[in-house]
């Protein structure tokens, strides 16, 4: 295999060219260039321009934002210097904090959701009771719970038949036996510690649900069919709440990109008085192209030499 020839190449210009010539210098194709780091730490009376790159956290959180919502935010090529960072970030996090604010409602409704689906499943089997929930839960003398218990858990409930309990089973299906249990109120405790030991999922009656099985269910059902319908207003809101963010997102997101490359090409800059310089490797046939990138900057020098030059 062939061994390329190289050329060390020396840009430098005046400390108000640095931003200019950057923006073309992230362009730069087949060019190695060397950290400053390597230089200043043994060159007395240098300084290099790493710093801390504050585009990160920002852009760090609005890609965090595109995922979390599946935004896909589009990129245009905007190449400006003229930014303001605490406008970014306050676009971004007003932004996020409205979308979370819809997302958390959903969530919270679609919990209470699935906590009512199980509620009406539980009064759905005990119908055939034709008893008063309230009665059921006002007795003065027994205590009862409505849940289910874990399939494997149910032949484990004669290691406990001599305590004073009664479990009502209702329907058993792939994973859970659903049904209640009753004790009294002197054994409340024991009876409880038992069936939380056998990983018994309790669950609540809402306070507005009353009256028998049958009205329960009707109040159930009416409650999850608005839940729903909330929530497909919700997300209806929330989408349109990204589309009307999406543009202004999108060009910070291009302009963060921009100005992130632009930061990461600091820690390549040696300054010494006003002036910089920037140095790097590059094959032969592509010195000329490297010269012609930044043609136009005024005040500038390319210096060429040979790869092993100190």
Request: glycine residues 2%; negative net charge.
């Amino acid at each position: 295999m062939a061994i390329a020839k190289t050329q060390l190449i020396t840009i430098t210009s005046n400390l108000a060219n640095l931003d200019q010539l950057l923006m073309r210098f992230i362009d730069l194709q087949d060019f190695h260039p060397v950290l400053s780091t390597k230089i200043v730490d043994s060159v007395h009376g240098l300084t290099s321009f790493k710093a801390d790159n504050y585009c990160t956290g920002i852009l760090n959180e609005l890609i965090q934002i595109e995922k979390e919502f599946d935004l896909n935010l589009p990129e245009s090529e905007i190449r400006s210097l003229d930014y303001n960072f605490d406008n970014m970030r306050d676009t971004i996090r007003e932004s996020h904090e409205i979308l979370l604010e819809r997302v958390n409602k959903i969530k919270e409704n679609q919990q209470t959701i699935n906590k009512l689906s199980d509620t009406l499943k539980h009064v759905t089997n005990i119908e055939t009771l034709n008893v008063s929930l309230d009665d059921i839960f006002s007795c003065e003398y027994i205590n009862s719970r409505i849940g289910r218990l874990p399939n494997d858990s149910v032949e484990k409930l004669k290691y406990y038949r001599n305590r004073p309990f009664l479990f009502k089973s209702f329907l058993v299906d792939q994973n859970y036996n659903w049904g209640m249990y009753f004790t009294t109120q002197e054994y409340e405790r024991e009876v409880d510690n038992i069936f939380s030991s056998l990983f018994f999922e309790r669950i609540h009656i809402p306070d507005f649900v009353h009256g028998t099985p049958e009205k329960a269910r009707e109040t159930l059902i009416e409650e999850i069919d608005n839940l729903t319908k909330e929530n497909n207003l919700l997300k209806n809101e929330m989408q349109k709440t990204a589309d009307d963010f999406k543009d202004r997102l999108s060009s910070i997101k291009s302009e963060l990109l921009f100005l992130n490359q632009i930061f990461e090409a600091k820690k390549y800059v040696i300054g010494f008085g006003d002036r910089f310089t920037i140095s790097g490797f590059t094959e032969v046939e592509n010195v000329d192209k490297v010269k012609k990138q930044f043609d136009g900057i005024e005040d500038l020098e390319i210096e060429v030499r040979p790869p092993k030059s100190d």
